[in-house]
């Protein structure tokens, strides 16, 4: 990858000084120059106004992957605390990090990291690169691309992976485009490959009817967006030592294309988090009409759990979409998840077929829900459900 600067274009603007995390640029005279922190982290290409800096991207078998080391987490935050989906990928990152015989890293932006960083050590990672700013305090794609750009192309991680949530796959993109990575999306397995030490990247693909395992041999790094809840978190060790690493930055909030003016949280008009559910009971098309959503409610509730619903109900309107698990909705991994009227569509199984202990209620006893499920019941939801729902009632009560 390198850069060029068209001197018979540059119209000595400025702006390429601005936007450079890194003080990556500087004007002399009658044009800019590229200075010795330049580490191409491509955001004075997107914002020259006269397309006087290009960017060259390594063409096939260019890149010396010898020269690629390490796993990285990139952290995703919210309210000053790490994702679920963070702290997932740095137990399974920990895996590959010493199959690998490597390190593992994190990477963590924001305007206070500190802590931050101490726990992703205390979850396994073995050094965390910070970067504080105030731009850098809520998610931004431009000022966390440009930023994570620059520290790759200066880091050289072999692996780098990001919770597939919709940041996570936002980010992910446009950092693929910018370093001239491939990227692989919503992996729901990550893997060391026996016959070469590469990242086995495995997804649904054709709609989740069959599962790929994505290889790559020759862009670095190798990226994956990985979907939450499909590997487990791990124990917090808070008594591991582990190496932090502060990254200076210079950023300019004018230089910002967007500006965040309130964050609205949108919940369906409920308490819907069925990411962080211990129980699940979700409804089918089986349930016949959107009113019997209360009969899955009132289960739900006796049972202190989360209402869960399939995609058919979804698209039928019968409910609201923060619902939805499976391939296109939210991957789920509860204690105890309990599915009505569900046929057990492979979209659906994608959702939620990682749970601790599954019931499947069914009329259909060739429903595809039984050959996942730990507990089968061959019936009519209508006449199963009351009955549960008054025998749990009435142990909780004794």
Same mark, same amino acid.
């Given at each position: 990858?390198?850069?060029?600067? &068209?001197? *018979?274009?540059?119209?000595? !603007? ?12 500087? /004007?002399?005279?009658?044009? #800019? +120059?590229?200075? *010795? ?10 914002? !020259?106004? +006269? ?7 390594? &063409? ?10 390490? /796993?990285?987490?990139?952290? *995703? ?19 590959? $990090? ?48 440009? +930023? ?11 692996? +780098? ?15 693929? $485009? ?22 086995? =990247? ?30 487990? &978190? ?30 609205? @949280? ?23 009409? %959107?009113?019997?959503? $209360?009969?899955? @409610? ?28 499976? =391939? ?10 309990? $599915? !009505? ?8 199984? #994608? ?11 069914? &009329?259909?006893?060739?429903? %595809? ?13 209508? *006449? ?15």
């Amino acid at each position: 990858m390198a850069l060029t600067i &068209k001197e *018979e274009l540059c119209t000595v !603007c400025g702006i390429c000084v601005r936007v450079c995390p890194y003080e990556g640029v500087v /004007v002399e005279e009658d044009t #800019a +120059v590229l200075t *010795e922190k330049c580490n191409l982290c491509g955001q004075c290409v997107s914002a !020259c106004p +006269v397309d006087a800096i290009v960017v060259e991207l390594p &063409k096939k078998g260019d890149v010396d992957t010898s020269l690629w080391s390490n /796993v990285w987490v990139l952290a *995703e935050t919210e309210d000053g605390k790490l994702k679920n989906g963070t702290l997932e990928l740095l137990g399974q990152g920990r895996q590959l $990090a010493a199959e690998r015989n490597c390190s593992l890293e994190g990477v963590v932006l924001g305007d206070d990291c500190e802590q931050l960083a101490k726990d992703m050590i205390a979850f396994g990672a073995d050094k965390v690169y910070t970067v504080e700013d105030p731009v850098l305090a809520r998610y931004r794609t431009g000022p966390f691309s440009s +930023v994570i750009a620059g520290l790759i192309n200066d880091k050289k991680p072999e692996m +780098v992976l990001i919770s597939a949530t919709p940041q996570g796959r936002d980010l992910g993109s446009r950092l693929a $485009a910018r370093i001239g990575a491939g990227l692989t999306a919503d992996c729901t397995g990550l893997s060391i490959w026996d016959e070469e030490p590469l990242l086995l =990247q495995t997804r649904p693909a054709f709609g989740g009817n069959i599962m790929a395992s994505i290889l790559c041999r020759e862009a670095r790094p190798q990226m994956a967006t990985v979907r939450p809840n499909v590997f487990k &978190k791990p124990e917090a060790d808070p008594s591991r030592q582990g190496e932090t690493e502060k990254i200076e930055v210079h950023l300019d909030e004018k230089s910002a294309m967007t500006k965040i003016l309130e964050v609205i @949280r949108e919940d369906g008009g409920e308490d819907v988090n069925l990411v962080d559910a211990q129980i699940i009971v979700s409804g089918g098309r089986g349930i016949q009409a %959107p009113e019997n959503f $209360a009969l899955i @409610r009132s289960l739900a509730d006796a049972l202190g759990g989360a209402v869960g619903a399939s995609r058919a109900t979804v698209d039928a309107g019968w409910i609201s979409a923060t619902h939805q698990v499976g =391939q296109t909705g939210k991957t789920v991994s509860p204690k105890l998840y309990i $599915a !009505c009227g569900i046929s057990g569509a492979i979209q659906h199984l #994608a959702g939620m077929s990682s749970s601790d202990y599954i019931v499947a209620i069914n &009329k259909d006893p060739a429903a %595809p829900i039984f050959d996942v499920a730990n507990l089968g019941v061959v019936g009519d939801v209508f *006449e199963i459900i009351p009955a549960l729902r008054e025998e749990i009632t009435k142990r909780l009560a004794e």
